[in-house]
């Protein structure tokens, strides 16, 4: 693959990467919110905090402080609204299933580094039958703390072997984007969610996965950029006012 007898390796993203699920998930956090009687805007919740595992975007959006369980209940039932609202919509990014395809082929290792729970996962890369092509899935039970910290991250490129400067993340969220760089990796950002001028520094902002090749990536590693250091002013997770 490169001078170096080690590979590289690419880490997605699921949610708003794999899959262009956002504004679907805004409608079941906008659903709950009505039911709460809460006036916040989901979908600006979510250009901010997207990323972050759903009871961790329910706490921010409360004055008062809220007790675990009953943040993770309120979670269990976005879930279920998502998953209703989502049911007929499940297809693939573009050039989703070609690219990790020829990825493959080119010699990367491949893993999915996500926040969501094993069932969520399933419920995705089981239904379009993407689990074939990942070496690894590490998700929201795999690790204590979620994105923006790093241990999802770091979790992936640990079980696929490879050191983090050797691994390239694929995020459409700001959060998603902080723990790669907290991770010390750097990141091509899916403008599914965000203007590509919202993102702090990716190598790259692609619509979908027909932009962009495993040779392109190959090349843009190779020529080793810097990984940038994470804005602490991005991974602020402070009650937004939305």
């Known amino acids: 693959m490169t001078s170096s007898s080690q590979p590289y390796a690419l880490i997605f993203d699921m949610d708003g990467v794999l899959i262009n699920n956002t504004p679907t998930q805004a409608k079941a956090f906008q659903l709950l919110f009505r039911d709460l009687g809460l006036t916040t805007n989901a979908r600006r919740l979510l250009d901010r905090l997207n990323g972050m595992p759903a009871s961790k975007i329910l706490e921010t959006v409360f004055t008062n402080p809220v ?89 992936t490129s640990r079980q696929l072997g490879i050191p983090p400067e050797r691994c390239l993340v694929f995020e459409d969220a700001l959060m998603g984007e902080q723990a790669a760089y907290k991770a010390g990796m750097r990141c091509i950002a899916l403008s599914t969610t965000l203007k590509p001028e919202q993102f702090q520094a990716p190598l790259r902002v692609i619509k979908d996965f027909t932009e962009i090749t495993p040779q392109h990536i190959l090349e843009l590693l190779e020529q080793n950029p810097p990984t940038p250091k994470p804005s602490k002013e991005l991974a602020k997770r402070q009650y937004m006012k939305l």
């Open 67 to 155: 007790p675990e369980k009953q943040l993770k209940e309120y979670a269990a039932q976005r879930e279920f609204l998502y998953r209703v609202l989502y049911w007929d919509k499940r297809k693939e990014t573009p050039g989703l299933s070609r690219f990790l395809q020829d990825a493959r082929e080119a010699g990367f290792k491949i893993g999915l580094g996500t926040g969501s729970a094993s069932d969520t996962i399933s419920y995705i890369i089981d239904h379009l039958e993407l689990r074939r092509f990942f070496d690894v899935v590490v998700g929201k039970d795999d690790v204590e703390r979620g994105k923006p910290h790093a241990d999802t991250y770091t979790a």
